[in-house]
C-alpha cells in the first residue's frame, strides 16, 4: 500500500512540473527541450524554392484540367458534339481552307475536337492516357530522384514538360486538316499527353519531398500542403483561362512558357541538405542550409541533427 501510494505522489508531482521543460525532456525526451533544438528559422530564399518548385505541381494540375474547356460538349442526348453544322457540305474540289472536309462549326472554332477533326474514342483517349505516362514517371522516378536529387528531378520535369506541350502546339491548325492528317494528329496528341503524364510522375516522386526537406520542422506540416493547393491552383486556373480563352493551342503555348519559366528557376535553387548528407557531402549540406535559414540561424546544428537522424 505504501509503495502504491508512493508512485501516485510521484506522478502528481510530474503532473504538477509539467510546465517545467527540463523535468519535459526528461519525461518525454522525444519533445526535447528549448535548449537542445538549435535555431532554426527560414530565409527569404527558402519561399523562393518553395513558389518554384510549386510550379511543377501546378502544371500538374494544369495539365489534368486542360482537356475540359478546351473540348466540345456533346449534344444533349447524343454520343456526339456538334463540330460541323448539320446542313453543312464538303466541297467536291476538295478546296483549301476546309482541307476538303466539311467547314467547321463556328461556335466551336477553337476547341480541340473540332478543330482537329477527332473521333470521340480520340477525345476519350486524350484525356485518359495521361495516366499511363504517369504511372511510368513515377515508377522510374523514384530512383532517379534518389540518384540525381530533387532538385535535378523537378529540372527534368520541366524538360519534358516542354516537349509533351510542344507535341501538342505543333498539330497542324484546324482549317488545315485533311483525313490524311489524322494518323499524324493521333500520335502528337498521345505522344503529348504520355510525355507530360511522365512528367507529372517525375514530379510526385519529387517536388512534395523536396519542400519538405529544405522546410524546418516547425513548419513542415504547412510547407507539406503547398505541393496540394498548387495542384489545385493548377486546376482552376486551366478551367478559368480555358473558358475565357477559347483557344487550346493558345493554353498549349502557356504551358510552354510555363514550362520553360520553371526550368530556367529551377537552376537557381539548391538541392537539399538531406541528399548532400545521404551522399556524404557535409560541405555541401552546410552551404545548401546556409541559403535556406537566416543569418542568425544554428546551420551546423540543424545540419548535424540531420547526420543524426
Sequence with gaps: ALAGLSRSLSAAALFFRADDPATMSETMPLLGSGRDQPK??????????????????????????????????????????????????APDDGSAGSGGLAPLNPANTGMLNCDLRLSSDMVGWFGSVVNIGCLVGALMGGKFVDLVGKKMGMATSFVFYTAGWLCLALAPKGETVTEEDQTNIVVLLIASRLIVGFAIGIVCCSVS??????????????????????ITIGLVVAYAVGTVLKDWRVLSYIMIATSVAGFVLTVILVETPTYYMLKGDMASALSAQRRLRTADSDVTGAVNLLKDG
Excluded: H
Design 40 to 89: 532554426d528559422k527560414v530565409s527569404g530564399f527558402f519561399w523562393l524554392c518553395i513558389f518554384v518548385s510549386a510550379l511543377g505541381a501546378f502544371n500538374f494540375g494544369f495539365s489534368l484540367g486542360y482537356s475540359s474547356p478546351t473540348m466540345a460538349a456533346n449534344i444533349g442526348g447524343q454520343n456526339k458534339t456538334l463540330c460541323v453544322l448539320p446542313d453543312a457540305v
Design 209 to 230: 519531398n523536396y519542400q519538405t526537406e529544405i522546410a524546418t520542422t516547425e513548419i513542415r506540416g504547412t510547407i507539406g500542403t503547398v505541393f496540394q493547393l498548387a
